[in-house]
C-alpha cells in the first residue's frame, strides 16, 4: 500500500503492524533522541524525498556537522506518527475484511455504507454529534442501523490498528420499529410456482422455501452437494460455515426432473447469483407478490411456526446464528395464532 506523507510516497503496510513496535519504541525517547534514531533508520535519499532537501543538507546533518531544521524534524514526526489518508483506511479497512474472509454479499455492504459515510465525513474529524447527524439523513430506521453498525465496526478497527480515537464508543444504536416483515402464504408461494414455466425456476422456489436457503447458499449448490436419501443440501453458509439444509418432497421432485433434464458443469442451475435474482424480479412484476430470496427465507420460518415447530429449531433448521432473528421474522404468525382466540369485548 502506499501512504503519502507531505507530498512524499513511501511504502508500508499497516496490516503487518511492522513499523508500530518501533513508533511505540520511538515515543520513549526525547525528541532530540527520536531524531538521532530516525536519521540513523532512513538513508540520505530517503530523507531527502521525505523532507524535499537536498541530499548534501541531509548528509551533514547525519554526520552531526549541522543541526536538524525544525521542518526536518515535523517531516521525521508525521513519518514516525502518520494519520493515514481517508482513501487509505478504505482501503486497509476492506483488506481487513477480506482477511476474515467475508461473503462476497457482505463485501459490496460494507463497501457501500462506508464508501458513503467516508465520502462525506473526515474520520479523523468525526465527533460523536456529527456521526449522529450523518445517521438521522436516512428515514428508514433499518438502512440507519445498517450505516451505524458499519461506521461502529469501522471505527473499532481504526482504533485497533491505528491507536487512535473512537467517537463511536458511546454511540447508541438507532431503535429499530418492530416492523412486521412481509412473507408469503402457502397459497401465494403456489401462485409463484405455477406462473413460471420451466422445471429449473419452479425447483428454485421450491427450494428456496422448503431449506430456507441464502441466495448465495442456493446459487452454490452442486450435485455432489445433495443428499437424496436423507434430503439434505450441504451447504457453505456465513462465515464459510459448512452446514445441512433440509427439504422436502416436492423439492426433491422438481430437482430430479431438472436434473434429468441438465447436466451441470458448475452449479446445479446453469445460472449465476444474478441470473437468478433477476429470474425472481421478472417473477415479483408479473405476479405483484414479495418474490427475493429474503422473502422466502421469512416464509420459511413463518409457514414451519404455522405448522407448530418450534422457534428454537426453526433456528437450527435455518442456520440462524440467534434466536432473535427468528423471532422477529415469526411475529406475524404469533399475532395471527393470538387473533384466532380473540372475543371482541363489546359484541
Avoid at 512524499?8 to 503487518?16: G, N, Y
Avoid at 445498517?146 to 465496526?153: E, H, S
Avoid at 459448512?242 to 427439504?247: T, Y
Amino acid at each position: 500500500m502506499i501512504i503519502a506523507f507531505s507530498g512524499v510516497k513511501r511504502q508500508t503496510s499497516f496490516i503487518t503492524g511492522a513499523s508500530e513496535e518501533s513508533r511505540t519504541l520511538d515515543r520513549r525517547f526525547t525528541k532530540p533522541q527520536v531524531t538521532l534514531k530516525s536519521l540513523n533508520k532512513l538513508t540520505v535519499s530517503e530523507l531527502a524525498e521525505l523532507s524535499e532537501f537536498s541530499k548534501s543538507y541531509i548528509s551533514q546533518v547525519k554526520n552531526g556537522k549541522r543541526p536538524p531544521s525544525q521542518k526536518l524534524l515535523d517531516c521525521l514526526e508525521s513519518y514516525y506518527n502518520p494519520s493515514p489518508h481517508i482513501s487509505n483506511y478504505y482501503n486497509l479497512f476492506i483488506q481487513s475484511r477480506l482477511a476474515k474472509e467475508i461473503t462476497p454479499t457482505t463485501m459490496r455492504f460494507y463497501k457501500m455504507k462506508l464508501g458513503r459515510f467516508l465520502n462525506d465525513i473526515d474520520p479523523d474529524k468525526a465527533k460523536q454529534p456529527i456521526i449522529e447527524k450523518f445517521l438521522l439523513q436516512f428515514v428508514n430506521p433499518g438502512n440507519r442501523h445498517l450505516y451505524y453498525q458499519v461506521i461502529k465496526t469501522f471505527f473499532r478497527w481504526r482504533e485497533e490498528y491505528f491507536n487512535l480515537s473512537n467517537p463511536t464508543k458511546y454511540l447508541k444504536a438507532p431503535r429499530l420499529g418492530k416492523l412486521i416483515m412481509p412473507s408469503l402464504t402457502q397459497e401465494q408461494v403456489n401462485i409463484l410456482i405455477d406462473k413460471v414455466d420451466n422445471i429449473r425456476d419452479k425447483a428454485i422456489i421450491t427450494l428456496f422455501t422448503e431449506s430456507g436457503l441464502r441466495l448465495a447458499e442456493l446459487t452454490n449448490i452442486k450435485p455432489i452437494d445433495i443428499d437424496w436419501q436423507n434430503k439434505t443440501i450441504k451447504v457453505l453458509g456465513k462465515g464459510n460455515k459448512e452446514a445441512l439444509a433440509p427439504f422436502g418432497e416436492l423439492s426433491a421432485r422438481y430437482l430430479t426432473q431438472w436434473l434429468t433434464e441438465y447436466h451441470p458443469n458448475g452449479n446445479i442451475w446453469g445460472l449465476n447469483q444474478w441470473g437468478i435474482v433477476s429470474m425472481l424480479r421478472r417473477l415479483e412484476k408479473v405476479t405483484g407478490l414479495p418474490c427475493n430470496a429474503h422473502t422466502f427465507r421469512r416464509t420459511f420460518a413463518c409457514l414451519l411456526r404455522k405448522a407448530g415447530v418450534d422457534t428454537m429449531t426453526i433456528k437450527d433448521l435455518g442456520r440462524w446464528e440467534s434466536l432473535e432473528m427468528v423471532q422477529r421474522y415469526t411475529r406475524s404468525v404469533n399475532f395471527q395464532d393470538s387473533l384466532k382466540f380473540y372475543k371482541p369485548p363489546l359484541s
